[in-house]
């Protein structure tokens, strides 16, 4: 089943009760969905796109090229991922390939949220992810990944979740494979390889483990399940 949009701006029309915020960015048909914090941890407030404008997006965002998640930047456009001249949000900076980029809270503001705030966000993240449906989540950093390990596996952490140890490691999850990312602020000499290495592994097997039972129902189209 394939999406019917091929807006690549906040596809799904994400419309948050705040002044300012990153909504998701790149392509509906997702076989893979990054998921951050908030734009006050991994920027892109300026171009309107997760994971750009930071001192350390070059990075990351070089890492995800590396590993075939995204496609490069588009003409025009610096290694941090924003435009150069003019308007920042008037071009699309990222030339994404089956990857879709969002955040746990996509509200830009200065202050940390408080739990209740990251609560009332959750729906839009939820309502994102079950649209796209991608086959991997890559959740970057302790939040997101706490987040998705608790709310989307069967894992029960009840430690604080160790990313040097989980980084770059492939999780089962129900229904989506999950592929934690240390915090890219973080990452020191090996991490960036240590990522590319795993989801060129990762994208070289069957990773979207479906079983097609279309001779189980009528007509000659595929059906496929997880």
């Known amino acids: 089943m394939q999406n019917v949009t091929d807006q690549v701006r906040n596809p799904f029309g994400m419309r948050p009760d705040c002044q300012s915020f990153v909504p998701g960015y790149g392509d509906a048909n997702a076989d893979f969905h990054v998921v951050g914090d908030r734009p006050g941890v991994h920027g892109g407030s300026a171009a309107g796109v997760p994971f750009t404008g930071e001192p350390w997006s070059p990075a990351f965002l070089s890492a995800l090229s590396a590993a075939g998640l995204i496609a490069g930047l588009a003409a025009g456009v610096g290694p941090d991922g924003v435009a150069r001249d003019g308007d920042p949000t008037a071009v ?16 830009a503001s200065e202050a940390a949220p408080d739990e209740d705030a990251y609560a009332d966000m959750e ?95 009528a007509g000659s189209d595929p059906y496929l399940v997880r």
């Open 92 to 107: 699309d900076p990222i030339r994404t390939d089956r990857t879709f980029l969002s955040y746990l809270h996509m509200c």
């Open 123 to 217: 729906r839009f993240l939820d309502a994102e992810l079950r649209a796209i449906a991608a086959h991997v989540l890559l959740p970057v950093g302790a939040r997101a990944t706490e987040h998705v390990l608790e709310t989307y596996t069967a894992r029960a952490w009840k430690t604080e979740v160790d990313m040097d140890a989980l980084h770059g490691e492939e999780l089962l999850g129900a229904g989506w494979l999950v592929v934690p990312v240390k915090d890219p602020a973080d990452w020191t000499d090996g991490d960036a390889d240590r990522l590319v290495d795993s989801l060129g592994g990762l994208r070289s097997t069957d990773f979207r483990r479906e079983s097609d039972l279309g001779r189980f129902v």
